[in-house]
């Protein structure tokens, strides 16, 4: 394969898909982004990646792009199909992603977790570069994570390594988890989580964006709801700290656009629940934004490719 061959990096979220060609040194050509639309099903959110997919190749004609990786919700299997999906994409498990791009696209297809594909992103090209061992965190319309440890992405048994959104949290009241489950960070933390809390304080059911400018502009309610979420998410920070002892902690995400909100409290949850050691660890925001995850799967695409034989 030649080196500086450009893949196609494509981000399938609960909120947003993203698309664009991504070359050998991680620069970006032709980003896309549209919403996912979630509610209409998994034959609809597959047609919008594909037509966000197909505007990043239109605007790339220039680059030779030979393969496709792509980070998605859920829990995928080494076939590229998910196993397991909440509900922020419903009828979203079982879905053969890579079957369904290989067919449309005519090339090679990589299948990822999206947070996943973010941690390689962030270890190869943004905040953890240079990390040996790293837990990148987004936190969006779910929470998920992604573990690498010397610089490797730790997939895990299932392919579920790093889930921490689905652990549980110590809160008296009782949260149902987009996966099923109940008391999960998700429940609490992620940005539905947090949009849902202040319309049962409030009566106003205002978007995320929304809730910060009211926090930033002195409201005390969203600034009070948005510090808990984001404590709690600090003491889960903290819990993972002490069983990975990582060098860096990446926080991505939507809810990583409220850093001047949240770091404080983010620092207060991990040092209650830290060890001495742990507690140390570096805490960083994304440096790629939106594009994280879509730089993280061409990589991938591009290591997969490597190892074809034909690349030999």
Same mark, same amino acid.
Not at 141 to 168: E, F, K, W, Y
Not at 253 to 267: F, Q
């Given at each position: 394969m ?8 494509v981000d399938i979220?609960? #909120?947003?898909? =993203?698309? !664009?060609v991504?070359t050998?040194d991680? +620069? &970006?050509v ?8 979630a509610?209409d ?17 239109a ?6 792009v030979?393969g ?6 859920? #829990?995928v299997?080494?076939?590229? &199909?998910?196993? +397991?999906? *909440?509900? !922020? ?5 079982? *879905? ?14 990589v ?8 941690a390689?992103?962030? @270890? ?12 990148? &965190?987004?936190?969006? $319309? ?6 690498l440890h010397d610089?490797q /992405?730790?997939?895990?048994?299932? @392919?579920s !390594?790093?889930?921490?959104? +689905?652990?549980?949290?110590?809160i %008296?009241?009782?949260r149902?988890? %987009?996966c099923?489950?109940?008391? +999960? ?9 947090i949009?849902?809390r202040y319309?049962?304080? $409030?009566?106003?059911?205002?978007r /995320?964006? *929304?809730i910060?400018?009211?926090?930033? =502009? ?6 009070t ?6 404590e709690?998410?600090?003491?889960a920070l903290? @819990?993972?700290?002490?069983l ?5 902690i990446?926080?991505? @995400? ?8 949240? #770091?404080? %409290?983010?620092?207060r949850?991990? =040092?209650d629940?830290a060890?001495?050691?742990?507690r140390?660890?570096r ?8 594009a994280?995850? &879509?730089v ?12 074809? %034989?034909?690349?030999r």
């Amino acid at each position: 394969m030649n080196g500086n061959a450009a893949m196609l990096g494509v981000d399938i979220g609960g #909120t947003k898909i =993203a698309a !664009a060609v991504v070359t050998s040194d991680g +620069h &970006v050509v032709g980003f896309n982004q549209r919403h996912t639309p979630a509610a209409d099903g998994s034959e609809a959110v597959v047609e919008e990646a594909l037509t966000v997919a197909r505007a990043a190749l239109a605007q790339s004609m220039d680059a030779a792009v030979v393969g496709c990786g792509i980070g998605t919700a859920g #829990t995928v299997d080494t076939h590229g &199909v998910i196993t +397991h999906a *909440t509900s !922020a994409l419903p009828g979203w498990a079982g *879905t053969d992603v890579r079957a369904i791009f290989h067919r449309a696209l005519g090339m090679p297809v990589v299948v990822l977790n999206d947070v996943h594909a973010m941690a390689i992103g962030e @270890g190869r090209y943004g905040a953890a570069v240079g990390s040996a061992d790293a837990l990148v &965190v987004a936190v969006g $319309t779910g929470i998920g994570g992604g573990i690498l440890h010397d610089g490797q /992405l730790v997939i895990g048994a299932s @392919g579920s !390594a790093g889930s921490i959104g +689905h652990v549980p949290v110590s809160i %008296p009241d009782r949260r149902r988890c %987009p996966c099923g489950g109940w008391n +999960h960070l998700e429940a609490y933390a992620a940005g539905p989580a947090i949009e849902a809390r202040y319309a049962e304080v $409030t009566g106003l059911p205002h978007r /995320l964006p *929304t809730i910060a400018a009211q926090a930033r =502009a002195g409201d005390s309610v969203a600034g009070t709801l948005i510090k808990e979420a984001a404590e709690l998410l600090g003491r889960a920070l903290g @819990g993972a700290a002490n069983l990975l002892d990582p060098d860096i902690i990446v926080i991505a @995400g939507g809810v990583a656009a409220l850093e001047d909100l949240i #770091t404080e %409290p983010v620092l207060r949850g991990l =040092a209650d629940e830290a060890l001495p050691g742990p507690r140390r660890v570096r805490i960083g925001f994304s440096s790629l934004g939106a594009a994280a995850a &879509v730089v993280g799967a061409a990589s991938i695409a591009r290591d997969s490719a490597a190892h074809r %034989p034909e690349a030999r």
